[in-house]
C-alpha cells in the first residue's frame, strides 16, 4: 500500500527554523511531483513549495527565500527546510505526491496525514 509519512513538524520561536520531511513508501515505479501544501482553519490548502521530475521548482510567493525543498531520490523523500519563520507560517502542512505506479500508467495523487508547525515565543 502506498502511503506518504510525514515528520518534522513541532513548535518553533519566531525567527527559527524547521525542517520537515515526507516518505513515499510502497510499491512505486516513480515520482511525477513531490511538495508541500498547507492550510489553515477556515482556508482553502495553499501550494508551498513542489518540485516535478522535470527538474523545475516552485514556491509560494510568501515562502520565497525562506523555505526550500529538496529531495533524495534513493530514499523516495522530499524535505522542506524552512528558515525565519513567522507566526502566520503556523498551520498544518500536507505533503503531496504525484506517484506512477506501474510503467505506463499515469500518476496518481496522495496526500499526507498532515503535520503541525507552531510558530510561537
Known amino acids: 500500500q502506498v502511503q506518504l509519512v510525514e515528520s518534522g513538524g513541532g513548535l518553533v520561536q519566531p525567527g527559527g527554523s524547521l525542517r520537515l520531511s515526507c516518505a513515499a513508501s510502497?510499491?512505486?515505479?516513480?515520482?511525477?511531483?513531490m511538495g508541500w501544501y498547507r492550510q489553515a482553519p477556515g482556508k482553502q490548502r495553499e501550494r508551498v513549495a513542489v518540485?516535478?521530475?522535470?527538474?523545475?521548482?516552485n514556491y509560494a510567493d510568501s515562502v520565497k527565500g525562506r523555505f526550500t525543498i529538496s529531495r533524495d531520490n534513493a530514499k523516495n523523500t522530499v524535505y522542506l527546510q524552512m528558515h525565519s519563520l513567522k507566526p502566520e507560517d503556523t498551520v498544518v502542512y500536507f505533503c503531496?505526491?504525484?506517484?506512477?505506479?506501474?510503467?505506463?500508467?499515469?500518476?496518481?495523487?496522495?496526500w499526507g496525514q498532515g503535520t503541525q508547525v507552531i510558530v510561537s515565543s
Open positions: 503531496n505526491a504525484d506517484l506512477v505506479l506501474h510503467r505506463g500508467t499515469v500518476p496518481i495523487d496522495y
Open positions: 510502497g510499491s512505486i515505479f516513480s515520482i511525477y511531483a
Open positions: 518540485w516535478t521530475s522535470g527538474g523545475s521548482t
